[in-house]
């Protein structure tokens, strides 16, 4: 039988609570009995005035507003306050009533300017998250993994500048400088002596004039975009321990060690750094190593050409400190060049008579030089620990820690680009993003073991006796 529904309901006068309108297994409910946001008012007090100026918005609910905003992946604070408007679990998330008045979009953004910027405040933030985890024994980092993802910056690929811009020096240029002084010295070379007069290298930089802060990225082979580089730590349980935040166009590695340093200082009892093939460097695995931690590193394919040799395939002997070609001809050590690479050469008069060359080498001296760094040994080590059964596991849940946290990041909580320009907000962004990722995550976790406190039914429940009696 058709029925049709009555319009009169539309204004129909109903005695009744916020708390009734929000369902019972709402997650604003969990996280709302999850942690305790009081901490944020200790967090920012110094940031307010006590007895001076008009009442401001109460700052736990300025960073509600916001947790709502990367807990449900609305694309920007005007819309978070349209959402909120007409829906009730976020007013009553907010501790707002239905006819209370929400605060203005630019809200934030103001309080953003002229209060949290350049403060370690979200940092912070996201620090308490983590720790209430901590405390209930979520985190589990004996083994860390860290990758990076890329975030499409609010920028014209069109509007760009071409300028010549500094190399920067490696963070770790004076200790690979020793080690390069020291190998020369051992066989017979001068040492190298930097000269501060030299005039310093520069290379060619596209950038942008709408967000100079971000930087070109290249999208596979063709397409560039100008973007900027998440660079996260998690831990097993996808829990984000670490967050960073760079240019495009700098490279993962080298943002690895101001995040591997913070994830140390943070968590002393990791026990393995698992990496993708972009971080498997040296440097990267030497400090890993020599901090009694294993690095758990990729397959990586060798950068030669198809047909040729690889370079495993030229083995080193250690006795005569040389290496030997696969047509068992050996290759004397010449020199320890500034890169920190040992460099073998053949002889041009034996390589220009071998059956092999087309397969070895170009050369028009019919000379093959085969590399090998000063820190290679760091280098074996890793490709033990990739070939054990430890580090084909630990490797095997990259699929299911990092890159799922970036997968969720980027389909929930809307991290695929960014309305933001700075790298200062960008931060700012990903921190919030990853904070509220720990807080769902946390909630999730604390209902499933049943360790979240009752809800408060008793007021609710004399309310609708009240109102029960009132009907009659």
């Not at 920012?44 to 992946?73: A, Q, T």
């Not at 010295?185 to 005039?199: A, L, M, S």
């Not at 009892?269 to 294993?294: H, L, S």
């Amino acid at each position: 039988m058709l029925h049709k529904k009555a319009e009169t309901n539309r204004k129909q006068i109903t005695f009744l609570c916020i708390d009734d309108l929000v369902p019972k297994n709402h997650l604003l409910r969990d996280i709302d009995k999850a942690i305790d946001f009081s901490f944020i008012y200790e967090i920012v007090k110094d940031k307010y005035s006590e007895d001076v100026g008009r009442p401001s918005i109460d700052p736990v609910v300025l960073f509600k507003i916001v947790f709502i905003k990367y807990l449900f992946g609305i694309r920007s604070m005007r819309q978070t306050i349209k959402e909120i408007e007409v829906n009730t679990a976020y007013r009553w998330f907010l501790g707002y009533d239905l006819m209370e008045s929400i605060p203005h979009f630019t809200t934030f953004g103001k309080n953003y300017m002229r209060r949290f910027s350049g403060t370690d405040i979200f940092e912070r933030v996201f620090e308490m998250i983590l720790l209430e985890a901590v405390k209930c024994k979520f985190v589990d980092p004996s083994a860390v993994f860290i990758d990076a993802t890329h975030i499409k910056a609010s920028a014209n690929n069109k509007k760009a500048i071409n300028e010549q811009v500094k190399v920067e020096a490696k963070n770790y240029h004076d200790e690979l400088m020793n080690e390069i002084n020291k190998d020369r010295q051992e066989h017979g070379k001068k040492p190298f002596d930097d000269n501060d007069d030299d005039p310093p290298a520069t290379k060619n930089r596209r950038t942008s004039t709408t967000d100079p802060e971000c930087g070109e990225f290249h999208k596979g082979e063709h397409q560039k975009c100008f973007a900027y580089t998440a660079h996260v730590a998690c831990d097993k349980n996808n829990f984000v321990l670490k967050a960073d935040v760079s240019a495009g166009n700098v490279h993962d590695s080298v943002k690895f060690d101001s995040l591997y340093q913070q994830v140390k200082e943070s968590f002393p009892e990791v026990e393995a750094v698992v990496v993708d093939a972009g971080y498997k460097t040296p440097w990267i695995c030497k400090q890993v190593f020599d901090d009694g931690r294993i690095a758990v590193t990729p397959y990586k394919r060798p950068m030669t050409k198809k047909g040729f040799f690889r370079k495993h395939e030229y083995v080193y002997d250690e006795y005569y400190d040389s290496m030997i070609c696969p047509n068992n001809v050996m290759l004397s050590y010449s020199t320890t060049n500034r890169d920190g690479y040992r460099e073998y050469k053949s002889d041009p008069r034996v390589c220009a008579l071998c059956t092999m060359k087309h397969r070895c080498t170009e050369s028009r001296s019919c000379q093959k030089v085969v590399t090998q760094h000063v820190w290679n040994e760091y280098l074996e080590k890793a490709e033990d620990i990739r070939h054990s059964p430890q580090g084909k596991e630990l490797y095997s849940l990259r699929g299911q820690t990092i890159e799922r946290v970036f997968a969720d990041a980027k389909e929930k909580h809307f991290m695929r680009y960014t309305h933001l320009r700075g790298l200062a907000k960008l931060k700012f962004q990903i921190l919030m993003t990853f904070a509220c990722m720990n807080l769902k995550k946390l909630a999730s976790w604390k209902k499933r073991k049943g360790i979240l406190p009752p809800g408060d039914f008793i007021f609710s429940f004399f309310l609708r006796c009240f109102a029960l009696r009132f009907s009659y």
